[in-house]
Nanobody, 129 residues
Framework: QGQLVESGGGSVQDGGSLRLSCVFS??????????MAWFRQRQGLGKGREGV?????????SYAPSMKARVIISKDNDKSTLYLQMNDLKLEDTAMYYC???????????????????WGQGTQVTVSS
């Protein structure tokens, strides 16, 4: 059964940076065949998980418009690790961040939560003023 384990969350001041990591293993069809993505879930009524960034098997990248200028997604296949570099963090970026895997490509768009085959347990990011 596939496993995704996130790390790198924490508390940071407004304008600061963090790099999240996700070590993935035992994905059913092999990690190279999956779209890997980051989602986040902010507290509050009706706040479901929203896609932040994704990288497809062919290397295509997708980003949420609100995050595109401030985040970079990357993957190291040799280390089986997905990264999310986040810069110029804002108070509204406070959320639980989840690593996710979807079998196959995503046609240049962020996958929806319903398409995800594997989820990590999440890592908390808290931005303070």
């Amino acid at each position: 059964q596939g496993q995704l384990v996130e790390s790198g969350g924490g508390s940071v001041q407004d304008g600061g940076s963090l790099r999240l990591s996700c070590v993935f293993s035992e994905l059913t069809y092999g990690a190279r065949h999956y779209t890997m993505a980051w989602f986040r879930q902010r507290q509050g009524l009706g706040k479901g998980r929203e896609g932040v960034a994704a990288i497809e098997p062919d290397g295509s990248l997708s980003y949420a418009p609100s995050m595109k200028a401030r985040v970079i997604i990357s993957k190291d296949n040799d280390k089986s690790t997905l990264y999310l570099q986040m810069n110029d963090l804002k108070l509204e970026d406070t959320a639980m961040y989840y690593c996710a895997a979807k079998y196959g490509g995503s046609w240049g768009t962020l996958p929806s939560t319903g398409e995800i085959d594997y989820w990590g347990q999440g890592t908390q990011v808290t931005v303070s003023s």
